[in-house]
């Protein structure tokens, strides 16, 4: 007998199979974990940025009574309750004019309703922007203030 090892056998075989069989499913794990990671960070940012776009909105925004040519941050409430002049204003600031103000890179949409429906005011309904539809991730926020003296329930959307 020789003294040299044989390179093929089936040991070997069945070790580089088992080899290559562990480290595909390990490699094919580690890349679902970061798809999955990926994926709530995507949903946290989106989470973040509902809470945060609908925080200004309730607020007064600058200046305090901002029209179209001199808003510098969005916001629609005065005196505590919502300003119909600044609700009106959002359709002459235009979409994308809107979502720069609320820090918003993400699709945007959001109405005023009460109990019985959407609200409108001068024949508008108060709703604004693009509303989902076959949205892949959908955050969505509602907030309570007052309009008219009548409580009302502000909803935003942001999606992808």
């Known amino acids: 007998m020789s003294a040299k090892a044989q390179a093929l056998s089936a040991d070997f075989a069945i070790a580089v199979a088992a080899f290559l069989l562990i480290t595909g499913v390990v490699f094919l794990r580690w890349l679902q974990i970061i798809r999955e990671t990926e994926e709530t960070r995507g949903l946290s940012e989106l989470i973040d940025t ?74 508008r309904d108060l709703k604004f922007g693009i509303p989902p539809s076959n949205a892949q991730d959908v955050a969505k926020v509602e907030r309570v203030s007052i309009l008219d003296d009548q409580m009302v329930f502000v909803g935003v959307i942001v999606w992808q």
């Open 50 to 123: 509902v809470s945060h776009a609908g925080s200004i909105l309730l607020s007064e925004g600058t200046p305090k009574y901002w029209n179209v040519t001199n808003v510098k941050s969005l916001g629609l409430v005065n005196d505590d309750r919502l300003n119909r002049t600044k609700i009106l204003s959002l359709w002459d600031l235009g979409y994308d004019r809107v979502r720069s103000l609320l820090g918003v890179g993400y699709e945007l949409y959001f109405e005023i309703s009460n109990a019985t429906g959407i609200l409108s005011i001068n024949g």
